[in-house]
């Protein structure tokens, strides 16, 4: 999947549990994005960073925390504030050579459930 | 903002025929557009785009796409379907002038060959 490690693939969660959903590129892409895809509503993106040490939040970022600590790196932390977790995660980065040759690549994603 | 529709959540066609899934689009400016194909419990992987130039963009395991701008369409085609080409399909659109960062993507039409 494009040099993007998402880890663990399934991953349950107790109630109040926070989890952390790790990320890794080796692609030296500067963007990375997380989504979260449920079943019949597409991808909606939770948290997006275009550089270390900078994030912003998407479109439903409520619930999840992000850091950006290495270039590598995008955990994302599913608080215990997320009241319906049980999804899809995919986490993406961003190639972009010039103004008109870019795309995102995605990992293999990581099914969160709730026990 | 910008959106995309893909009015269809399931297209059935039969081996050896041709296939089309629908996307349409709505975003100001021009647009940057994109298919994604997902397999089960996978992340989604890059099918082809369309940034500037020829209207028939051509991409991977034979699919191609029309760019129609009167219509804001980005219909995704292939001559001859395989009963492998069965899987979920994400159209989706980057306004590169606009604010937002990240793709946003369709809900997805799960393409079903028929041997």
């Known amino acids: 999947d494009g040099g993007i490690t998402q880890s663990p693939k399934y991953l349950f969660r107790k109630e109040g549990q926070n989890v952390t959903l790790s990320c890794e590129q080796n692609?030296?892409?500067?963007?990375m994005y997380w989504y979260r895809q449920d079943p019949g509503q597409g991808l909606r993106l939770i948290y997006y960073s275009q550089i270390v040490n900078d994030f912003q939040k998407g479109d439903i970022a409520e619930g999840y925390s992000v850091s950006r600590e290495k270039k590598e790196s995008f955990p994302l932390t599913v608080t215990s504030a997320q009241k319906n977790p049980t999804a899809f995660y995919l986490c993406?980065?961003?190639?972009?050579?010039?103004?008109?040759?870019?795309?995102?690549?995605f990992g293999s994603g990581t099914q969160l459930s709730v026990l | 903002a910008q959106s995309v529709a893909q009015p269809e959540d399931q297209v059935n066609v039969a081996e050896g025929n041709p296939l089309t899934v629908k996307c349409t689009y709505s975003v100001s400016g021009n647009p940057y557009l994109f298919w994604y194909v997902q397999y089960p419990n996978r992340g989604l992987q890059f099918l082809l785009k369309?940034?500037?130039?020829?209207?028939l963009v051509k991409g991977s395991y034979g699919f191609e796409a029309e760019f129609n701008k009167s219509q804001t369409s980005f219909h995704l085609k292939k001559p001859s379907a395989l009963v492998s080409d069965s899987a979920l399909y994400f159209c989706a659109v980057l306004n590169p002038g606009g604010g937002a960062d990240g793709l946003t993507f369709g809900k997805g039409t799960h393409l079903i060959i028929q041997p």
């Open positions: 993406a980065s961003r190639y972009r050579d010039t103004a008109t040759n870019e795309k995102l690549f």
């Open positions: 369309y940034i500037t130039g020829d209207n």
């Open positions: 692609l030296n892409h500067d963007a």
